[in-house]
């Protein structure tokens, strides 16, 4: 992934993320100005285009995506003929579903997946309290038309027609509470709410942020399989925010920008089972034994850094939602034909021995094009023993998902 500057943009006449994401005033409406300065030929993260220039160092969505809604408008001349209710129209017309869009990190995901033009329509769904933050969403003027739904009778309305469905519905962790406890609450909501996926939008992506991810992804294959019509090619652990966390923290211990970093992470998506690989970092950097293993640890840790730091307040919402966006914009290139869209995910996999694992994907038009085998060849001898110490508790996580629905039949 080749290494990309950044962007300054505008919607509307709100406001500009400019070079750490700072807001500035812009008085045009609609203004965009980009300054291209590097090569763009290959990267993960929003749309990039030839025709722009980037200006600062760092944009919403991270490291790959320093391209922010670069080449994801167009001039007003060819958009004159469609127009969306808001004034504004997107350059391509993809509906996303967020299910528990009320909640923690569905709210600020909402807002962030409203800001894409890829997006036409934004549906949230929620069992309480989503009028109100579809209501606050429509004032922002950005392309996609926002619906709200709430409760179970609404549910399938909301995911007719989607093109990507989100699902950070749950409970959060909180402190003293363990993922099996977290098992315990989510694991039937993401039955329930994939049953319905299956029912109303079989070939839409599903992204699944429900924790315990290493549970809840296999949740989702066997109620799709019982319902006949999985497609693992379409099903997505969102583990993004392992790779966002991993590029923050290398960054800031080397004294690293942020835009040359990227590390690959692999395995899971709790504890040990999340396997940085600091050895295929992409940026000139080495590491002592004990950079590494402080790294890892830190890196498999920070959702407990963040759930202590909170102090019974909740869990990591913000830097989720975050990276849960990245990962949507991503799906979204991908389905709009964009050819060089790569990413790290939880997924049905044959790289190891075990039906799920989180890697390197390439993404298109019709979901996982390949898994990319090679991060895992040649890695440092600590990272081929965290790799076989990671197996056997994935192993029983991905068991337990499959042994749930197994017990408890999905619905004709």
Request: aromatic letters at 6%; a neutral charge; hydrophobic letters at 40%.
């Amino acid at each position: 992934m080749a290494t990309t500057s950044a962007t300054t943009f505008s919607i509307g006449s709100t406001v500009s993320f400019g070079s750490r994401g700072s807001l500035l005033p812009k008085t045009k409406p609609f203004a965009v100005r980009f300054t291209y300065q590097n090569s763009l030929a290959s990267f993960s993260g929003l749309k990039a285009a030839t025709s722009v220039k980037c200006e600062s160092e760092s944009s919403f969505l991270g490291k790959e995506s320093s391209a922010a809604l670069r080449g994801s408008f167009v001039p007003k001349a060819e958009k004159a003929n469609q127009r969306s209710h808001y004034g504004l129209q997107p350059l391509a017309s993809y509906k996303v579903a967020i299910l528990g869009a009320a909640g923690g990190i569905g709210q600020p995901l909402a807002l962030l997946i409203k800001m894409s033009p890829l997006v036409s329509a934004l549906k949230l769904y929620d069992i309480a309290n989503v009028k109100g933050v579809a209501a606050d969403l429509g004032h922002c003027n950005t392309p996609s038309q926002v619906q709200d739904f709430t409760g179970a009778s609404e549910l399938g309305n909301c995911l007719k027609g989607v093109n990507v469905v989100v699902i950070p519905a749950g409970v959060p962790r909180k402190p003293g509470m363990t993922r099996d406890d977290l098992f315990n609450i989510n694991a039937n909501i993401v039955k329930t709410l994939v049953e319905a996926v299956a029912d109303n939008c079989p070939d839409a992506f599903i992204h699944i942020i429900s924790n315990p991810v290493n549970s809840t992804v296999p949740i989702a294959a066997e109620v799709l399989k019982q319902k006949g019509v999985y497609d693992p090619k379409k099903l997505f652990g969102v583990t993004t925010l392992d790779v966002v966390r991993a590029n923050t923290f290398v960054a800031q211990k080397k004294n690293l920008k942020l835009i040359d970093v990227d590390v690959p992470v692999v395995g899971g998506h709790a504890g040990i089972t999340i396997l940085p690989l600091l050895s295929k970092t992409k940026a000139s950097v080495s590491f002592t034994d004990e950079e590494v293993e402080q790294l890892t640890v830190r890196i498999q840790n920070a959702g407990t850094e963040v759930v202590e730091a909170k102090a019974g307040a909740g869990s990591a919402t913000l830097s989720m939602a975050y990276a849960a966006a990245r990962f949507v914009e991503s799906s979204l290139r991908a389905l709009d034909g964009d050819g060089d869209v790569y990413e790290c995910s939880f997924v049905q996999s044959d790289l190891t021995d075990l039906p799920f694992f989180a890697s390197r994907i390439k993404l298109g038009r019709k979901g996982i094009e390949a898994l990319i085998p090679s991060d895992l060849q040649g890695l440092s001898e600590y990272e081929e023993k965290a790799l076989e110490a990671l197996k056997p508790e994935l192993k029983a996580s991905i068991e337990k998902g499959i042994a749930f629905v197994q017990k408890q039949p999905v619905t004709a």
